[in-house]
């Protein structure tokens, strides 16, 4: 069964910083770009970074550049996100999520999504 | 960034009746770029539709997603319990956006 679990969240305070984890299975994890995206309480969906396969192509959505880094270890099959300088606004559910190329039609989405893991930062 | 709106932002729908939900970009996008998602109550999200107009594995053929350059739908021809659910669109670029969402409730 394909599977991503995150793990890291927590409660920490404003400045501060967190580590996450996600580990995948049932696929190959190397194939595959990887993304984070995030969803405050009550609030929509917000991508955060995505990562190619060999982890040398990182872009990131503005609100976190500088201060988030993605990053893999295909021997280990776990994606990371290093949070530092943590803001209020930064408190979310953080999805570790796959992408799927679907070469029929050039197309990619994001198919197979962990069930999150918490960051709650407070001052 | 390309912006993406939804809406409405809320339909209220019975079981049985078709759902239309429409999803506008702030600039043209690729139908390649194009993706529907729903989330459930407590439920990470589930992809729906890629590349504007194809199901995803295992998607029933009662949601259909269609549309080019800024204007797209996703259709839910007859509604089922388990659709009354969040809807996101989004489209896949070097920046990925979502929508706000719609949620589509029982009346």
């Known amino acids: 069964e394909v599977q991503l679990e995150e793990s890291g969240g927590g409660l920490v305070q404003t400045g501060g910083s967190l580590r996450l984890s996600c580990t995948a299975s049932?696929?190959?994890?190397?194939?595959?770009?990887m993304h984070w995206v995030r969803q405050a309480p009550g609030k929509g969906l917000v991508w955060v970074s995505r990562?190619?396969?060999?982890?040398?192509?990182?872009p990131y959505a503005d609100s976190v550049k500088g201060r988030f880094t993605i990053s893999r270890d295909n021997a280990k099959n776990t994606l990371y996100l290093q949070m530092n300088s943590l803001r209020a606004e930064d408190t979310a559910l953080y999805y570790c999520?796959?992408?799927?190329?679907?070469?029929?039609?050039?197309?990619?989405?994001?198919?197979?999504w962990g069930q999150g893991t918490m960051v709650t930062v407070a001052s | 960034e390309i912006l993406l709106t939804q809406s409405p932002g809320t339909l209220s729908l019975s079981p049985g009746e078709r759902a239309t939900l429409s999803c506008r970009a702030s600039?043209?996008?690729?139908?390649?770029?194009l993706v529907w998602y729903q989330q459930k109550l407590g439920q990470a999200p589930r992809l729906l539709i890629y590349?504007?107009?194809n199901r995803a594995t295992g998607i029933p053929d009662r949601f259909s997603g269609s549309g080019s350059g800024t204007d797209f739908t996703l259709t839910i021809s007859r509604l089922e319990p388990e659709d009354f659910a969040v809807y996101y669109c989004?489209?896949?670029?070097?920046?990925?956006?979502f929508g706000q969402g719609t949620k589509v409730e029982i009346k």
């Open positions: 990562i190619n396969r060999d982890g040398m192509n990182t």
């Open positions: 989004q489209q896949y670029g070097s920046s990925p956006t």
């Open positions: 049932g696929f190959t994890f190397s194939a595959h770009w």
């Open positions: 999520v796959r992408d799927k190329y679907y070469d029929t039609t050039g197309s990619n989405a994001f198919d197979v």
């Open positions: 590349g504007a107009s």
């Open positions: 600039e043209s996008v690729s139908s390649k770029s």
